[in-house]
C-alpha cells in the first residue's frame, strides 16, 4: 500500500463531490485497518450534499461522506487479538472519549467527544481504508454478506430506538410514523421481538405498501389537510380518523403500547402522542424541524414515557448481527441500487 492509494469520494461543498486521494490511516496497537467493501447512503449524506448542514452539524470544509459500512480487516494493530486481516467485519462508525460520564455510564453515543464517520468535521468511510478502535469492528457470520454488514448501521438504530430506548415487549403493540429506511427496520426489530400489532402510517401509498409487505401488520395513511386547518386541528383530526379506521383505544388490549416518531414532522408527532396508550411510550427517532408544539397536556395526563432516540449504543451492534444471522430480519428487500466507486483517472 501506498499514500496513493485510497481513494475517497468527497464533499467539497454543497452540491459538489469529487474522487481524490487521501492518505492511508495509519493505526496504533489498539487499532484495525479496513478495506470498506460496501457502504449505504444515508439521508444524512445526502442532507449536508443538498444543504451543507443537519441542525448545528454544519460542512465548513471538505470531508469524505459515508458511515454504513463493511469491509475486510486489512491490518491490526500489535494489542489487537480478536480480529485478524481477512476477516469480513461490519463497522460501527462512532469513536468516543471512553472517559466522560456519558461513556463511564453506558451511554456512548452521548459521548460530547465523539469522533462521527462523515458528522463535520470527520471524513466518513466512502474511501478504500478506514480505520477503527478494535472494539467497533464485528465479525460477520457466515451466513451474512458484507452488503447485510453495512445495512447493521441502520437496524442498530432500529433496535436502539424499539428495543433499548422503548424497551418493547413480546405481544405489545406499536406504531411506527414514516415509512424510510429506519421506520422499516423500527418495524422488522418489533416483529423480531414478537410485537402483536405493527402499524405503519406514512403519507405516501408506495411506502406503505412496501411496510405491509415487509412487517407492519396494518397501515395508515393520514388524510389531506382542510383549507385553514391548522397543524394541531389536523393532527387531532387524523388521531381521531386514525383510532377509528384501525380500532384503538386509549386503554386496554386495543391501546398502543409503543409510538416511534421516525419522520421528524411536527404532525407526526402531536398525531403520536394523541394516540398512544394512557401510560404507553413514546420515542423520537426521527430528526426534523428543531421546534415543533407538543401536546403537552396529553403527554402529562396520559403520563407517557418521552423518550429521544440518537443513533445506537452498548449491544446494539451485536443484537442487530444476531437478528440478522438468525434470519429474524431481512434486510435484502431494502436494498434497491448499487452503485460502483469509479474514479476518474
Known amino acids: 500500500m501506498s499514500d496513493n492509494d485510497n481513494i475517497s469520494f468527497i464533499l467539497q461543498k454543497v452540491g459538489v463531490v469529487s474522487y481524490d486521494q487521501i492518505p492511508i490511516p495509519e493505526i ?16 444524512s449524506d445526502v442532507h449536508y450534499l443538498l444543504h451543507g448542514r443537519i441542525g448545528d452539524f454544519i460542512v465548513k470544509s471538505p470531508m469524505v461522506l ?27 462508525p462512532g469513536v468516543f472519549c471512553r472517559r466522560c460520564e456519558a461513556c463511564r455510564t453506558g451511554r456512548y453515543n452521548l459521548c460530547p467527544n465523539m469522533t462521527f464517520a462523515a458528522t463535520p468535521p470527520h471524513d466518513g468511510t466512502l474511501t478504500r481504508y478506514y480505520r477503527l478502535p478494535e472494539d467497533l469492528v464485528y465479525i460477520l457470520p457466515e ?21 433499548t430506548q422503548a ?17 422499516l427496520l423500527c418495524m422488522a426489530v418489533a416483529k423480531a421481538i414478537g410485537a402483536s400489532r405493527i402499524i405503519a402510517v406514512d403519507i405516501v401509498q408506495s411506502r406503505l405498501d412496501f411496510a405491509e409487505a415487509y412487517a407492519a401488520t396494518d397501515v395508515f395513511k393520514p388524510p389531506s389537510p382542510h383549507d385553514g386547518e391548522s397543524r394541531t ?33 411536527e404532525e407526526s408527532i402531536q398525531t403520536g402522542i394523541l394516540v398512544a396508550k394512557v401510560g ?22 396520559k403520563e407517557l414515557v418521552f423518550k429521544g432516540s440518537f443513533r445506537y449504543g452498548p449491544g446494539d451492534y451485536r443484537l442487530a448481527i ?16 448499487r452503485y460502483s466507486i469509479k474514479a476518474p483517472f
Open 66 to 92: 459515508g458511515h454504513e459500512s463493511s469491509g475486510v480487516v486489512s491490518k491490526v494493530g500489535s494489542r489487537v487479538r480478536s480480529v485478524k486481516p481477512g476477516d469480513r467485519v461490519a463497522m460501527e
Open 322 to 337: 444476531a437478528l440478522a444471522a438468525q434470519k429474524k430480519v431481512d434486510l435484502r428487500p431494502l436494498v434497491t441500487h
Open 280 to 301: 404507553g411510550t413514546f420515542v423520537q427517532v426521527g430528526m426534523g424541524h428543531p421546534e415543533v408544539v407538543v401536546p403537552v397536556t396529553a403527554l402529562l395526563t
Open 167 to 183: 424497551k418493547l415487549q413480546p405481544a405489545q403493540s406499536i406504531l411506527v410514523f414514516g415509512c424510510g429506511p429506519v421506520g
Open 28 to 43: 496504533h496497537d489498539d487499532q484495525v485497518l479496513i478495506q470498506v467493501k460496501k457502504t449505504g447512503i444515508c439521508g
Open 143 to 163: 451466513n451474512l454478506s458484507l452488503e447485510d454488514g453495512a445495512m447493521m448501521e441502520p437496524l442498530s438504530v432500529g433496535i436502539h430506538s424499539v428495543f
Open 233 to 265: 386541528e389536523f393532527s387531532q383530526r387524523s388521531a381521531s380518523l386514525l383510532k377509528a379506521t384501525l380500532d384503538v383505544e386509549d386503554r386496554g388490549s386495543k391501546g398502543i403500547d409503543v409510538v416511534i416518531d421516525a419522520s421528524g414532522a
